[in-house]
């Protein structure tokens, strides 16, 4: 009996049928948030939005997706949204910001080799392994004063508690990046079990649950808020894609991705790694924006 409660718990992590994020294995005593986190919520059973046609067209129907992550170098930086864990001994910095009325000013846990994201965006994200918390910052570079950033974030990745209304994070969507990314270890273990992230080329004025802030002008009823969550269409044939491929297309049936910035459309982000297959993760491209479809998540609010 001991036995098969072993095997059923090893099937459960590993088919994913668990409801909440893989934990980081720099990080075992830490949850990537709790089970009943919005991240973390199973959507495949959930209706379909009543405006799904039209805001699936407004993001692009014929448009492929693209994974923006994956391993080896681009223009010389790493492929995707890096994240460093630190610990209760790395030394503390304070950070100065643009946005400095929607930023977190606590001294955040800075490396002295952090990984910073290449391109324009420039995010680092920081898993504090001692105090199970998120630190994220948008923009980071190091001036002759010290640190500066655009804005900066932090959480408790044992609590739901979300950014105060209006404000913004790390993206655009005022939400956690590091929940959203697609992991290899997760790949290498089988499954990842939470909601992906994305981006849209035009978003609307508007942000939904979970989502706390916006970034465009726009009052177009046709285009996408900031939380809006879309999952793969679930009689899209995934099998005869390769492993890594079907492990994250499966995420987007299950767990679906949530909009968490202005950027081009259905990019999906994940963290780079040596393990990822460039040429397995480029037939995610074979899916376009006509296999997604919006959820209805209002029954996912508090």
Not at 95 to 109: G, K, N, T
Not at 110 to 134: M, T, W, Y
Not at 214 to 235: C, E, I, N, Q, Y
Request: charged fraction near 20%; include cysteine.
């Amino acid at each position: 009996m001991r036995r098969i409660a072993v095997v059923a718990a090893l099937m459960l992590l590993i088919g994913g049928g668990s409801a909440q994020a893989l934990r980081l294995p720099a990080a075992p005593s830490c949850p990537i948030f709790p089970a009943n986190n919005p991240w973390n919520q199973r959507v495949d059973k959930l209706p379909v939005a009543a405006n799904s046609a039209q805001l699936i067209a407004s993001i692009g129907l014929d448009t492929a997706l693209h994974p923006d992550f994956g391993s080896g170098l681009y223009d010389g930086t790493s492929i995707g949204i890096p994240f460093d864990v630190v610990s209760k001994s790395t030394p503390r910095s304070r950070v100065s910001f643009d946005y400095s009325d929607e930023s977190d000013h606590v001294a955040y846990p800075i490396p002295k080799n952090v990984h910073i994201e290449g391109g324009s965006d420039h995010h680092a994200i920081l898993v504090d392994r001692s105090s199970c918390r998120l630190y994220e910052l948008f923009a980071l570079e190091r001036t002759s004063t010290g640190w500066h950033a655009g804005s900066g974030a932090t959480w408790d990745l044992r609590s739901n508690h979300l950014r105060p209304a209006g404000w913004t994070s790390a993206d655009a969507a005022g939400l956690p990046i590091f929940p959203g990314l697609a992991r290899y270890d997760e790949v290498a273990r089988g499954v990842i079990d939470h909601a992906l992230r994305f981006t849209a080329e035009r978003t609307r004025s508007a942000y939904v649950y979970p989502a706390r802030h916006d970034a465009s002008s726009s009052d177009d009823p046709s285009l996408p808020p900031m939380g809006l969550r879309v999952r793969l269409k679930a009689d899209v044939d995934i099998s005869g894609f390769p492993r890594q491929a079907r492990i994250v297309l499966q995420a987007l049936k299950t767990y679906g991705m949530i909009l968490a910035d202005n950027g081009s459309s259905w990019y999906i982000t994940g963290a780079p790694s040596p393990g990822w297959s460039n040429d397995a993760l480029h037939t995610l491209e074979r899916i376009t924006g006509s296999d997604f479809e919006v959820v209805d998540t209002s029954s996912l609010q508090p």
